[in-house]
């Protein structure tokens, strides 16, 4: 079984500019808890290919053809140690853009968007232990990242 409203308990997650290079993350929903905000995000269902579960994740946030899939995309080798629930499998980081904010919407209704500059985006998402998260989306932006894979550890 898939869990597909997810954000970033997902094993693919989703990078959307705005014209500013500001990127679109979730406020989620008030709770007891307050928790940061996160990188929209969807668990693969079994077999399902990477690209195919971000194109659902990105219909899930735009109507079909808004959002345009960048050229790069992060590769997040699986992590190990520490407990089950502490261990991370692979995971795949998509870059996509949106022609403006408005066009966005979270997935599924869940929660609320916050648009960040991409300078600040990672300090955000520090629990996602992606190593080279800043550099990447500075890389990216400003062209120094060559189109295609990247690792990030």
Known sequence: MY???GFCDGDVLLACFDPAHRIALIRPEASAEARP???PAIRRRTGEPYRRAALRLARAMAP???LRFGKVTGRIPAAGGGSAEQQRAQRRLFTAHAPAPVDLHPPWGRGQLLWLPYSEVAAQVAGLAIGDLDAFLEGYV????PDGWITLE
């Open 64 to 66: 079909a053809g808004v």
């Open 142 to 145: 400003e062209g120094w990242i």
């Open 37 to 39: 905000p996160e990188l």
């Open 3 to 5: 869990a597909p409203l």
